[in-house]
């Protein structure tokens, strides 16, 4: 979309630049709505555009996702779509939009088509949920339906498609999408995806030791942790409702499942029994428990179900989903019976939406934690028999070997 605006962001003209000088978009300023899979790529973004000259104090985030924003900045411009985080958007639009004390220039809204992840090459694909991947143009219409709003504020609506699963071909996706409204050459987008992903691997990374080093804690400890098996947007205040913070102040770690270690020691370790028999090729082949692996964000959950079977110190797994999710539905069952078959515990929130029965979230984290502190030993003593002594987290005892009636009831998946 473009606007006579856009001409006036760039003061030098082309024939005066000198070949290879940077363009000045310091004043430019960029808001990225914080919704969907942005909670898990939205280091590439920052590194893209920082690149490109924009200051960090231009990119300008939305707020997490709350019912005040939906009131104030998205009454009347909802659109159709069953998916409660994708209806949430119009409220990060309009705070972008209407919401700033200094307007912003351009609304940075990308179609992720396909996700960075561990499981890269050892499943079929890394898509994204595609009502998620179409989210964007999906709320745009409801800022066009009666008059065009962008036009109307001067800001410039930019949506690349983007795939960045397949990091060989973004550096063209971004280009054609973006070079009438950054004013892109092909060596400055190049440069800018570059340090996008270098970006998010460094952050992605940085996080990962840190769930490693809560693992390695655990270990030396005797202590339980919890993973949260959830979609990223999850993390969002407003479509989590935060049940992982109430269950950390109960006093337990808490790991992400998109910030799992994949260290191939580590790894290696918990699948061990797996990679001798052949039943799967690496740590991160899934293809015993899910043979339709697509979907980035459901691949994820079914191996961190396998991790979460499999890791002493995870004796719980507390899985969110949002209502009515048709990619999650089909997974709730398998995902359940596997972390379910080494006695860990399960407990899901699946319905979850614009409501936070605070009550009722007291009550199940109550339980939760009751659990936690009941079952929690056995879990630990019952998986560490099923693996070798030699964990690369810390130097441990020799496990309790599982009774008979154990062994017979308890089948890792």
Known sequence: MRFPTLQTWFGKKASAATKGQRKDRSQLRVGIPKVLNIWTTHQFWVGFLKELGVSSENIIFSSDTS???????????????CCYPVKCISGHYGE??????????????????????????????????TRVMAGPENIKAGFLKERDIFAENN????SPFVSLGDRHVVTEQIHSSLKDVFDLDAEETTRAVTRGFAALDDVTERIRRQGREILS??????????????RPYHMDTGIGHEIE??????????????????????????????????RIKSPFDISDVWTSSYSSNTNEIMWGAKVAARCPWITCVVRLSSYECGMDQPTYTPSQKIVEATGTLYFKFGDLDS??????????????SHYLGKYSP?????????????????????PTEPSAAETARITVV
Not at 219 to 228: D, F, I, S, T, W
Not at 380 to 387: E, G, P, V
């Open 155 to 158: 800001v410039v609506y930019a």
């Open 355 to 368: 409501t936070k029965p605070a009550g009722g979230i007291k009550i199940r984290v109550e339980t939760i």
């Open 217 to 230: 804690w655990c270990a030396e400890n005797h202590k339980p942790c919890v993973l949260v098996l959830a």
């Open 67 to 81: 019912e005040e924003q939906g009131r104030e900045f998205g009454k009347g411009r909802g659109t159709v779509d």
């Open 378 to 398: 056995q879990i630990i003593q019952r998986k560490l028999s099923y693996l070798s002594p030699h964990c690369p987290l810390a130097e441990l005892n020799s």
């Open 245 to 278: 913070a109430e269950i950390q102040a109960c006093g337990y770690p808490i790991l992400w499942l998109q910030y799992l270690p994949t260290d191939p020691d580590l790894m290696n370790w918990l699948f061990e029994a797996d990679l001798k028999v052949g």
């Open 96 to 129: 972008l939009i209407f919401g700033q004390k200094k307007k912003i220039n351009i609304l940075l809204s990308p179609m992720i088509h396909s996700l960075p992840s561990a499981l890269y090459g050892h499943v079929e694909d890394t898509v994204t949920c």
